[in-house]
């Protein structure tokens, strides 16, 4: 008999059901959740009083009313709260909460495995302030890769992660890890593949960040806030290396988060087809058209200012003078480019920019965008399910429907009248298990 034919006997015997097979597993067990108050998709009106079915990490059904729950099942009374999807953080940087100088000193002094279990604490504060899904734009060795799939394995605790592996820019630009390091430790330095030169070596910078497991691309087009030499906002990529990255990128079905400040480089990135402006602080009138032409998101990241000021109120020396002043700007336009993005219709996702503000308190940037020109409902729809549709999720999450992902959390209080009881999670579910439950 041939190999290939007694090959396919012999998958088919194994395949086929024996007579002393093991009985089937007992269905999964049932947990119904009463929501006193369900903004079960955010945009429209919330429900009054409603019963929400969860079985195997999955929603199985919502229902009108407070039904009781069938023997055997979970009860989880949250009859006195109110009830939204878990939130999503699309600009998270979760290896720190260290900046400025002390943050240069912890990248050439701690441990690979010390960042690592910094990580891990940062994700877990995360998950507690109610962010059940986040994209990590930027992290080296692959840290945050590792906890990605540690998460998704059960080995460890923290929200869903989207990778963008290492953060690429032009050599010089705002990604060089060379940045005000002396000149003997660049080499070592420029290992993390973060810089590259030209349309062929950014192609090959994306391939390599692909096949070391990012989920998605990010760039840097123009100069940082951070960036430890004074070289300005504008752009510091070329087109042609910007729209080499991005087609990289797309052919292997991976989108493309750029970090852009000047509208040089938010004009450049939106014409070469990027997904998300990270930042967009200086936009302009061409950059407000090129966004309504396109499907890109604009992920404002006010709240990095918090961070700014709490540094500097606890140590003025916390920044280098170069680094120092960018922020002082930073401080000062915080929110005008909002202002404008809104009422043209650009599309907004919620993003954060945590590790430059502080993990944990990523719902204050809630506060940041209804004092700049949103309202509460369009900030948590931009944190639901604007920013599902941007991380390519919206099938799974961003809303509470059935057959979705139970990603649930509650609050006390009404966040439409008052955005900012978001900051005191009492309840949250990630991929169905409870993570936190307040009586």
């Keep these: 008999m041939r190999l290939p034919r007694l090959l396919s006997i012999l998958l088919a015997l194994a395949a086929a059901p024996s007579a002393a097979q093991a009985p089937a597993d007992p269905p999964e067990p049932l947990t119904v959740i009463h929501a006193g108050t369900l903004l079960d998709r955010p945009g429209r ?9 969860v079985r195997g990490g999955r929603i199985e059904a919502v229902q009108d009313g407070l ?3 069938p023997a055997g099942a979970r009860l989880v009374d949250l009859s006195d709260r109110f009830v939204l ?6 600009h998270v940087h979760l290896i720190s909460d260290r900046a400025g100088v002390e943050g240069q000193l912890a990248d050439v002094t701690d441990s690979i495995s010390l960042r690592a279990y910094e990580a891990g604490w940062n994700a877990r504060k995360t998950l507690d302030a109610g962010f059940t899904t986040v994209r990590n734009l930027g992290s080296e060795n692959g840290i945050t890769i590792g906890l990605r799939d540690a998460i998704a394995r059960g080995w460890a605790i923290g929200p869903r992660i989207l990778d963008s592996g290492t953060a690429l820019s032009a050599t010089t630009g705002h990604m060089d890890p060379t940045l005000g390091m002396r000149e003997e430790f660049h080499e070592a330095l420029r290992q993390s593949g973060s810089t590259c030169d030209g349309p062929d070596d950014c192609r090959r910078a994306v391939r390599r960040q692909i096949a070391l497991g990012a989920d998605l691309i990010k760039i840097a087009t123009t100069g940082g806030v951070n960036s430890r030499i004074g070289l300005g906002l504008g752009a510091q990529m070329f087109e042609d290396e910007a729209r080499a990255i991005v087609e990289t990128a797309h052919l292997y079905g991976r989108k493309v988060a750029v970090h852009a400040h000047g509208a040089d480089g938010i004009n450049l990135a939106l014409r070469v087809g990027a997904d998300s402006i990270e930042h967009g602080t200086l936009l302009d009138d061409e950059s407000l058209r090129l966004w309504r032409q396109s499907r890109a ?6 709240s990095t200012v918090n961070g700014y000021v709490e540094r500097l109120r606890n140590n003025p020396g916390a920044y280098s003078p170069e680094v120092r002043a960018k922020i002082e700007w930073r401080i000062g336009i915080t929110g005008q480019a909002l202002r404008r993005a809104v009422p043209a219709g650009v599309r907004i996702a919620f993003g954060t920019d945590a590790g430059v503000s502080m993990h944990g308190r990523n719902a204050d940037e809630f506060l940041l965008m209804v004092q700049h020109g949103m ?3 369009s900030a948590i729809a931009a944190a639901t399910v604007n920013a599902a549709d941007l991380l390519g999720l919206a099938a799974e999450i961003g809303t509470i429907e059935a057959g979705k992902t139970a990603d649930i959390v509650a609050v006390r209080g009404d966040p439409l009248a008052d955005v900012g009881v978001l900051r005191d999670m009492s309840f949250v579910m990630a991929r169905g298990r409870v993570h936190r439950m307040e009586p």
């Design 45 to 53: 009106p919330p429900r009054r009083n409603a019963t929400i079915l």
């Design 67 to 69: 039904a009781p729950p």
């Design 85 to 90: 999807p878990g939130l999503i953080d699309s």
């Design 297 to 302: 998101y604009y992920v404002p990241t006010l």
């Design 375 to 377: 309202d509460p409902m």
